[in-house]
């Protein structure tokens, strides 16, 4: 169960939901005039390489808080703000794409400005969050972690290896992870994405995640 649950884990749920995802988001590229310019907020050149897609038909930028190496002229890395995309005109994305970033941003209201820069800058979204409903905390590997007291959270997160996260040596470093993941309901993703679908992706009878997204072949 922690392997099928371990994002960093080649197996896991969370990469196969990811490739299907992308298998998806693919196809509908192939509809749409070449190259497509692409936006991918937190994304790696790493995850893009492995996915076997014909790099001629994208122009793609890794927008992270650090650049990162890359091997593609395909491929820009920038190092940037998803709060704060300033530099970037009004749809001058045909794609803005991310996975499992928005529920990083420590804040509501810095989730509600990168929603609100994704929908400036791209034309199209596809925009893939954990759900804070599924029984499983998705960073921590722990059940209903998310709906601990702070205090306890904080606590475990600084004495112990949970999940993704290894044990963080200074309490500030384990309050500081601990307010950095803010999970998001699927009516909170409506409401950040206004007219958006919302795609919900399973395990078992959970909803593992939600994507947001418009205009897209998704169901």
């Given at each position: ?31 749409m005039e070449k190259p497509v ?18 790099f001629d038909d994208v122009n ?26 300033k530099h970037y005109e009004d ?129």
């Amino acid at each position: 169960m922690i392997k099928l649950l371990n994002a960093s884990h080649p197996d896991s749920l969370n990469q196969k939901l990811r490739r299907k995802r992308l298998r998806i988001f693919l196809q509908t590229i192939e509809k749409m005039e070449k190259p497509v310019k692409i936006l991918d907020i937190g994304g790696t050149f790493d995850y893009w390489k492995n996915m076997n897609i014909n790099f001629d038909d994208v122009n793609i930028v890794l927008l992270n808080l650090k650049t990162q190496p890359v091997d593609h002229p395909s491929f820009t890395s920038v190092a940037g703000d998803a709060t704060d995309l300033k530099h970037y005109e009004d749809k001058s994305f045909d794609i803005v794409y991310s996975n499992s970033v928005i529920e990083h941003l420590f804040t509501k209201d810095n989730q509600v400005k990168m929603a609100e820069e994704v929908r400036r800058v791209g034309e199209f979204f596809i925009i893939q969050t954990p759900n804070k409903y599924f029984p499983i905390e998705p960073h921590w590997i722990f059940p209903y972690f998310q709906f601990l007291p702070k205090n306890l959270r904080v606590y475990l997160t600084h004495k112990f290896n949970l999940g993704n996260y290894p044990r963080a040596k200074t309490r500030e470093l384990a309050i500081r992870r601990v307010e950095e993941v803010q999970l998001l309901s699927r009516k909170e993703m409506s409401e950040l994405f206004p007219g958006a679908r919302i795609w919900k992706e399973k395990f078992f009878y959970f909803n593992k995640s939600f994507i947001a997204h418009n205009n897209f072949n998704i169901s």
